[in-house]
């Protein structure tokens, strides 16, 4: 059985320093941190990315992947995210499909955003990262379905997926995406929101991810990582506790 690392989004705390941020996580015995793109790693900045390449290896972590906010569709450049996930040592970045909800979007819409991802798989394949798309409301990945067809109809081995609980859908809805998905998901987002986007503990949630994990980990390929993704209060006092219960979720 393979073994799902436990982790966190640096987003999670982006008024926080990366250095206080590895900090925060090594002492919560975290094994990797996803860095976020928006503030901690800005896209193109080289050596900001090995400073921070150095300080999570550093402190015994691994650079799970970077989160990038490059949406396909866009008039967006690739190259900058590349540079800053290479010298970060990542091997994935986190990308997003368009700006426009997969139940309004047109056939023009999708045929843009394709075209964009598959050029974009096919350049970061070039340098050997993976893409993973955002599994995410208003883009053309917000329903499993949907992202299933993307997918389909880029068809490159270098783009796969995240996962993570649609907000205010069931347990039973949010663990049939993860069916639907769980081929193609390379980490999963780890949060409670309930009932809508109301942060909350993840043991408030303890049935969802209870059921989540018997199964991504019993999975053939299942995700590499599980990634804390906001935490109550957005308050780095309550990081140790929720790292406490995404670690016995994995049995870690």
């Not at 050596?47 to 015994?60: I, L």
């Not at 008039?75 to 970060?88: G, K, M, V």
């Not at 995406?177 to 998901?185: E, I, M, S, V």
């Not at 303890?206 to 059921?211: F, G, K, M």
Request: charged letters at 20%; proline letters at 5%.
């Amino acid at each position: 059985m393979i073994a799902i690392r436990p982790g966190l989004c640096s987003v999670t705390f982006r008024a926080l320093a990366p250095e206080e941020i590895v900090a925060l996580a090594a002492s919560a015995g975290l094994e990797a941190i996803e860095w976020g793109g928006d503030v901690h790693v800005p896209p193109g900045d080289v050596t900001r990315a090995e400073q921070v390449a150095q300080a999570t290896t550093d402190a015994g972590l691994a650079v799970a992947s970077y989160g990038s906010y490059f949406r396909a569709g866009a008039d967006e450049e690739l190259t900058p995210i590349l540079d800053s996930a290479e010298a970060l040592g990542a091997d994935r970045v986190r990308i997003w499909a368009a700006s426009v909800d997969a139940a309004e979007a047109t056939d023009a819409d999708w045929a843009q955003t394709v075209d964009r991802l598959r050029s974009a798989a096919a350049e970061a394949g070039e340098r050997g990262i993976e893409l993973a798309l955002e599994f995410h409301s208003g883009t053309l990945a917000a329903t499993a379905l949907a992202t299933l067809r993307l997918l389909d109809e880029v068809a490159s081995p270098h783009l796969r997926t995240y996962w993570q609980p649609t907000v205010a859908a069931s347990v039973d809805a949010v663990l049939d995406d993860y069916r639907a998905l769980g081929a193609h998901t390379s980490a999963a987002h780890v949060f409670s929101w309930w009932p809508s986007k109301e942060r909350l503990p993840l043991r408030a949630r303890d049935a969802l991810w209870t059921r989540f994990f018997v199964e991504a980990s019993a999975a053939e390929n299942p995700p590499r990582d599980a990634l804390l993704e906001f935490v109550p209060g957005d308050d780095p006092a309550v990081l140790a506790s929720e790292a406490a219960s995404l670690r016995g979720y994995l049995g870690a």
